[in-house]
């Protein structure tokens, strides 16, 4: 069936490294991937997206990274802050399932000052 | 301006009663969508509105969820005979049409003794 899964559940690092956060997903049909951040008691919120057309785009310190070969996404936060803190999700769409999106467990980035 | 609201943000409710949840989505935004959120998960998807009718339900887990959008703006997910296990964050996300990027509220956090 379909899945999308993360490499790694937690993620620490020092403010002002870059972070990668890994995910690995199942669908080849997949058209369309996104980041969602997720800070404790609020919704997730749109970081970048990604379409199934493309290998890379960039956003303000954030890049993703998209390898269809190996169906893996990643998410590259440069220069991380302690407001970076947060879990982190990816997601996948398939137009022909509209809106649907079908969203990974999570990373949980911890940025120590 | 006004993002995605959710009312209310926390319902205690006992094993056996009903229970309604509100979304209030973004002025304008076509599509609804809602998710369930258990600890330490990503959201898992529930039921797609475009407009006033579901356009896709493949996620309401049985028969005891049902929601509605009358009138192709509020949106109401109905539980009825609530289970422990549908204690969970509910999440409500609207976006311009089908596929767009999604914006979440803030979600409710059902808790069934």
């Known amino acids: 069936g379909e899945s999308v899964g993360l490499h790694l559940p937690t993620l620490s690092v020092q403010e002002g490294d870059n972070s990668i956060i890994n995910c690995a997903y199942s669908?080849?049909?997949?058209?369309?991937f996104i980041w969602y951040k997720q800070e404790s008691g609020k919704g997730p919120q749109f970081i970048i997206d990604?379409?199934?057309?493309?290998d890379k785009r960039q956003g303000q310190r954030v890049t993703v990274l998209l390898n269809k070969t190996v169906k893996h996404l990643s998410l590259q936060i440069a220069a991380t802050q302690p407001g970076d803190s947060a879990v982190y999700f990816c997601?996948?769409?398939?137009?022909?399932?509209?809106?649907?999106?079908?969203f990974g467990q999570g990373t949980e980035l911890s940025v120590k000052p | 301006g006004a993002g995605v609201s959710q009312t209310p943000s926390n319902k205690v409710t006992e094993k056996g009663k009903y229970v309604e949840l509100r979304c209030d989505p973004i002025?304008?935004?076509?599509?609804l969508y809602w998710y369930r959120q258990s600890l330490g998960q990503g959201p898992e998807f529930l039921i797609y509105?475009?407009?006033?009718?579901?356009?896709?339900d493949s996620g309401l887990p049985n028969d005891r969820f049902f929601a509605v959008r009358p009138e192709g703006s509020v949106s109401t997910l109905k539980i009825q005979r609530t289970e422990r296990g549908d204690s969970a964050v509910y999440l409500c996300?609207?976006?311009?049409?089908?596929?767009?990027?999604?914006?979440f509220g803030p979600g409710t956090r059902l808790t069934v003794l």
């Open positions: 002025s304008g935004h076509t599509a």
């Open positions: 509105f475009q407009g006033t009718g579901a356009a896709d």
């Open positions: 997601a996948e769409n398939n137009y022909n399932q509209g809106g649907k999106l079908i």
């Open positions: 996300a609207s976006s311009l049409a089908g596929g767009n990027e999604q914006f």
């Open positions: 669908n080849s049909a997949s058209d369309y």
């Open positions: 990604i379409r199934s057309n493309m």
